[in-house]
């Protein structure tokens, strides 16, 4: 009956996937989140009465942990997932063009998707069958490959300019959140070979059809109560104090918390601030990950203008345009939200400037935004969106597990192999349960996990 409590620490999708996990296991668990909602880096906002998300959020087919955890809370009818992967790619001047998988068994699913594919001409794409062909084989055991940047590696195989732009940047960008000239090698290959070169259904790609906050937060928090999970919101966790053997003493401002283990599922700057010095020296200087910014332009025009869920944008700065109508609530006109990965040059820029920017890009996309009216437009930047994925970033993440075996880590940044992806999230917390549940001689109703 007085079994000590396990706390998880931040409300994100990795504290929320650890609860469920340790909950499901049978342990008595208390989530603390800073903020007054769930949800973490996935949430929604209401603006003059429409729905925005803080950012496009978009996973794939092979995002298997993150799909489970979508079921796992009620979520799964709540997303869109394309039966077979068809990306509209379009050039101010070019036009359209598709990039798109054929029914086949990979790699040859793409292989007539690039031969038809209009951006590129013959030699490029000849240069890129043959760079995925060495991409697929490069072996992610060698930890080195994370010395040097994928674009670097891909120019040495010929990859031309306009091949980085309009193949290998086009998912690079969103899912590496940097250009290939910034990125890790290593993780390019980790997400080439896991998104495009080894299943053929693996990149179809998927996205909440509602606010990101409804498909996350709310369903989350319902999901945690059914399952008994106490939720703190607006409980930053303040301090941790280790008493040798025995319970953690988690502050809460005025407040002692006692917890038999920690999950601590903050953001890696705060993670660091937050674990006592010994058990961080245990672990790689995560503090030094950096962080990589999006920034989102959400335009509500008077009509439709684009013709597409979404499409992707290259000769032009706009990278990724979603149509997000339907789930912004707006009765007539379009919402499409211009998402920016890797977006250090516009972080800082005001909304206006933004604006300026991005609407005559779009004009030149989607012909009839030359005459639509622009109705409203919004910008919404997160600077620490995710950790760079840069050179040297494979050895800065953690384990899950820390010298103290009552403390567990969790979140995006940990080394999970993935990028800073909702799928990372929820595998590290997954993990970081089934540590803690471990180190506590419990073996039954241990999480599934997938190998890092
Ligand atoms: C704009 C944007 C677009 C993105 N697009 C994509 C995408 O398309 N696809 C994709 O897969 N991923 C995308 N990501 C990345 C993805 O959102 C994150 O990798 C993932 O949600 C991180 O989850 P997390 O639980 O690790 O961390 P977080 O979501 O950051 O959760 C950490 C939680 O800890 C809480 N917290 C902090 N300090 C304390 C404390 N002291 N006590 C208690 N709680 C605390 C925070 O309030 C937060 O809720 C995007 C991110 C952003 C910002």
Request: charged share 20%; hydrophobic share 50%.
């Amino acid at each position: 009956m007085n079994q000590p409590r396990v706390v998880v620490a931040g409300g994100g999708l990795a504290g929320i996937s650890a609860a469920l996990a340790l909950a499901d296991a049978g342990a008595p668990v208390t989530l603390l989140e800073a903020r007054g909602r769930l949800g973490g880096a996935t949430y929604s906002f209401q603006r003059n009465g429409h729905w925005l998300d803080n950012g496009q959020h978009v996973f794939l087919r092979c995002c298997t942990a993150y799909r489970a955890l979508l079921e796992r809370i009620g979520s799964s009818s709540l997303v869109t997932l394309q039966a077979r992967l068809d990306i509209p790619v379009i050039h101010p001047v070019r036009g359209l063009s598709r990039l798109r998988r054929a029914p086949l068994p990979a790699p040859l699913h793409l292989t007539r998707g690039l031969a038809a594919y209009r951006h590129l001409g013959w030699r490029d794409k000849l240069a890129a069958a043959r760079t995925a062909a060495a991409l697929a084989r490069l072996d992610l055991g060698r930890r080195d490959l994370d010395d040097r940047t994928l674009g670097g590696w891909l120019r040495e195989r010929g990859a031309s300019p306009q091949a980085l732009e309009a193949l290998w940047d086009l998912i690079a960008l969103p899912t590496l959140n940097l250009p290939a000239n910034q990125a890790s090698l290593w993780q390019g290959a980790m997400v080439f070979q896991t998104g495009l070169l080894t299943n053929a259904a693996a990149a179809d790609i998927g996205y909440a059809a509602v606010p990101l906050g409804q498909a996350h937060g709310a369903r989350a928090a319902a999901a945690l109560d059914a399952a008994g999970v106490e939720v703190r919101l607006n409980a930053p966790l303040a301090a941790i104090e280790r008493p040798t053997g025995g319970d953690l003493r988690l502050r809460l401002g005025q407040a002692a918390l006692p917890a038999a283990a920690l999950v601590l599922a903050v953001p890696h700057d705060q993670a660091a601030a937050l674990l006592p010095a010994d058990v961080r020296a245990g672990a790689p200087d995560f503090a030094r990950l950096g962080h990589s910014p999006i920034v989102n332009l959400h335009v509500f025009y008077d009509r439709p203008v684009m013709p597409h869920a979404f499409a992707a944008g290259i000769g032009t700065p706009l990278q990724w345009v979603f149509d997000r109508t339907e789930a912004a609530g707006a009765a007539e006109g379009q919402c499409l939200a211009v998402s920016l990965s890797g977006a250090q040059a516009y972080a800082d820029q005001s909304t206006q400037a933004l604006r300026e920017a991005f609407l005559p890009e779009l004009a030149r996309l989607f012909p009839r935004a030359r005459e639509a009216r622009v109705i409203d437009v919004a910008a919404t930047r997160d600077h620490r969106a995710t950790f760079r994925a840069a050179p040297g970033a494979l050895r800065l993440r953690p384990r899950v597990v820390t010298a103290d075996p009552r403390i567990a880590l969790a979140g995006a940044w940990t080394d999970t192999g993935w990028p800073a992806t909702m799928e990372g999230a929820v595998r590290s917390g997954r993990q970081a349960a089934r540590a803690v549940l471990l180190a506590r001689g419990l073996h039954r109703g241990l999480p599934e996990v997938e190998a890092a």
